[in-house]
Antibody, heavy 120, light 110 residues
Framework: QVQLQESGPGLVKPSQTLSLTCTVSGGSISSAEKYWSWIRQHPGKGLEWIGYTYYRGRSYYSPPLKSRVNISVDTSKNQFSLELSSVTAADTAVYYC????????????WGQGTLVTVSS | QSVLTQPPSVSAAPGQKVTISCSGSSSNIGNNYVSWYQHLPGAAPKLLLYDWNKRPSGIPDRFSGSKSGTSATLDITGLQTGDEADYYCGTWDSGLSAWVFGGGTKLTVL
């Protein structure tokens, strides 16, 4: 059973880049045949998909965030990462790393989530 | 405004049945598989159903799903207080080339 754990700063200053890492355990990130994803939840709001990437292929990003987002995979560390540039207070949210089934149609593993606050 | 429309809230008594709808379009629900997620406060979301109506291991058969045209439905029977949570539908949107979630439905078990 694949398990995911987010890590990264809980506080980021406006205009800076938010960087989070997700460590995958219980399986190899390159053999799991999954799409690796980031999803967030603003305080009191619903789930918002940020994007996902296949370890050796294409990446897909939410259209409103596409210009600011990069999701990458580091197979040597069994990790994948999120970079979100030019953040504002509107990017304050709980960020979840997640893994989609190889079909790309369901999220079958989730991290516990990490709160990131954007504030000076 | 979410691409997929869910009722903000539903409620029912313990032991009863509740239905949560998820309405979309031909670019998402109409032509792609839908999955459903349960999100308990303070926990990570959990996959409830995939491919419209398939249950992952460990999900009781009280949870079931269906599709009609461009809408999907989650049914929960034999409601328990532990079912109180937010429920989300999700699918791929071929027009946006992006995954989309519904706005979420808060279930209250009275």
């Amino acid at each position: 059973q694949v398990q995911l754990q987010e890590s990264g700063p809980g506080l980021v200053k406006p205009s800076q880049t938010l960087s989070l890492t997700c460590t995958v355990s219980g399986g190899s990130i390159s053999s799991a045949e999954k799409y690796w994803s980031w999803i967030r939840q603003h305080p009191g709001k619903g789930l918002e998909w940020i994007g996902y990437t296949y370890y050796r292929g294409r990446s897909y990003y939410s259209p409103p965030l596409k210009s600011r987002v990069n999701i990458s995979v580091d197979t040597s560390k069994n990790q994948f990462s999120l970079e979100l540039s030019s953040v504002t207070a509107a990017d304050t949210a709980v960020y979840y790393c997640a893994g989609y089934d190889s079909s790309g149609y369901e999220v079958d593993c989730w991290g516990q989530g990490t709160l990131v606050t954007v504030s000076s | 405004q979410s691409v997929l429309t869910q009722p903000p809230s539903v409620s029912a008594a313990p032991g009863q049945k509740v239905t949560i709808s998820c309405s979309g379009s031909s670019s998402n629900i109409g032509n792609n598989y839908v999955s459903w997620y349960q999100h308990l406060p303070g926990a990570a979301p959990k996959l409830l159903l995939y491919d419209w109506n398939k249950r992952p291991s460990g999900i009781p058969d009280r949870f079931s799903g269906s599709k009609s045209g461009t809408s999907a439905t989650l049914d929960i029977t034999g409601l328990q207080t532990g079912d109180e949570a937010d429920y989300y539908c999700g699918t791929w949107d071929s027009g946006l080339s992006a995954w989309v979630f519904g706005g979420g439905t808060k279930l209250t078990v009275l």
